[in-house]
């Protein structure tokens, strides 16, 4: 027998017949001996028509307000995923992130889970109840709902199974896996069997949408093991009982890992630009003067390259950042251009940013170069490079993005079984 969380995104729990199906997986683990609680996301779509209407009853609205409309959703699906469960003879009931209770912080709209009290529903689980939590919420200091920011319910369901001491938390998506990079974009790309937690919270920083930042983040502080699968295997193929598993892709400690890759995968990121600040004085406090003002007014930037000239007395700051924060970016350096001291900025957009990542990265040798060198036979020109200890990225032309990704998978042998 093992405690296990179950998570199901919003297209899992997308109508009433996906919730039928959802609880079919749920009964499966129950049956199977398990300890089971689930937590859901609102169904597909319901929560931008719950933010749209908080935009239309007021644009300056309230965001305490806020977030007791947009939990609705999950709250919802919970109680219509207990009924479908007591309706195929399972002994479940909804709870809501005040009633466990879920504490968070004051930040409503993007608060940050403070502590779980999971005594009660521990109890449960005793009288062999299934607990069917709403995703996404909890409670704050100011005894008001606060949510967890756009993609929450994933971090509910891994801070719930650290709570709890779960044996495993299983995110139920459409997807069945992580995979070596985008099928979409490179079809022989395959699902990985295992995955550490540092190489999928790089995946998931750089653009892969399996799983969400902060769950990833929570699960290796707590070293909580993550299961990735497909909602939409039917429920009776995998006899968990058995201790079968079905597809999917574990994300686990780099310990648990037996024989490690040099590269795991290849992540993509479109919509980068790049900005560049010509003769910059060469002196303290200038990266400060820099990048403080863009951090106040919410510029996220990313890949920094910086080149003193031979004498040391001025410098050339090249970083990048979103497409969409381009004109506000350069608004801001203006308004400091005095402070900064640089002659010329330079902007490009339309940019792609590659990463290549692999903890095994951290013993072997020459992986940047066999990629610099494959990517300069198909004539692909590198713009900048940042590295890291199981990742190097490089920002090319977005002309030429999916060509990069295809040749890095291929010459690092991610298409080979």
């Not at 449960?124 to 704050?140: C, D, N, T």
């Not at 938390?169 to 459409?174: E, K």
């Not at 093991?225 to 079905?246: H, L, N, Q, T, Y």
């Not at 990266?287 to 863009?294: K, R």
Request: hydrophobic fraction near 45%; aromatic fraction near 4%; include cysteine.
């Amino acid at each position: 027998m093992a405690r296990l969380v179950m998570k199901f995104g919003g297209t899992s729990v997308a109508d009433i017949d996906r919730i039928r199906n959802v609880a079919r997986h749920v009964k499966r683990e129950v049956d199977a001996g398990h300890e089971v609680a689930v937590v859901v996301s609102a169904m597909a779509g319901k929560t931008n028509e719950l933010v749209s209407w908080t935009r239309e009853a007021s644009p300056m609205h309230d965001a305490r307000e806020y977030d007791t409309v947009v939990a609705a959703g999950e709250q919802i699906t919970s109680g219509l995923l207990a009924i479908a469960l007591q309706a195929i003879g399972v002994d479940a009931r909804s709870w809501q992130g005040w009633q466990i209770p879920i504490r968070t912080n004051n930040a409503h709209g993007a608060a940050r889970i403070e502590a779980i009290e999971p005594d009660t529903l521990i109890e449960r689980f005793g009288i062999g109840q299934v607990a069917v939590i709403s995703g996404f919420q909890g409670i704050g200091p100011d005894n008001r709902i606060a949510t967890l920011g756009r993609g929450g319910s994933d971090t509910s369901a891994v801070a719930v199974a650290a709570a709890i001491g779960a044996d495993r938390c299983d995110i139920y998506t459409d997807v069945d896996g992580v995979y070596t990079t985008d099928p979409r974009i490179e079809p022989k790309a395959r699902r990985l069997s295992r995955i550490s937690f540092e190489e999928m919270l790089e995946m998931a920083s750089l653009g892969a949408k399996v799983l969400q930042v902060r769950s990833v983040e929570m699960a290796m502080v707590h070293g909580v093991r993550v299961f990735v699968r497909s909602s939409f295997e039917a429920p009776e193929a995998i006899d968990s009982s058995k201790g079968a598993m079905p597809p999917g892709t574990l994300i686990c400690d780099e310990d648990d890992i037996v024989e490690k890759q040099v590269v795991t995968g290849i992540a993509y990121t479109r919509d980068e630009a790049q900005i560049s600040l010509r003769r910059v004085p060469d002196k303290p406090g200038v990266s400060a003067a820099v990048f403080g003002p863009l951090a106040k007014d919410h510029i996220n930037v990313d890949m920094i390259v910086q080149s003193v000239s031979e004498d040391g007395s001025r410098t050339d700051m090249t970083f990048t950042v979103s497409d969409s924060d381009v004109g506000k970016a350069l608004k801001v350096l203006d308004a400091h251009r005095g402070e900064i001291g640089y002659e010329m900025v330079q902007s490009d957009k339309g940019m792609v940013k590659v990463s290549v990542i692999g903890i095994g990265m951290r013993s072997h040798a020459g992986v940047a170069a066999t990629a610099f060198a494959a990517l300069a036979d198909k004539g692909i020109n590198i713009r900048a490079i940042t590295t890291s200890e199981i990742k190097f990225s490089v920002l090319i032309d977005a002309d030429y993005g999916e060509l990069a990704v295809r040749t890095l998978h291929s010459v690092y042998g991610l298409d080979k079984q």
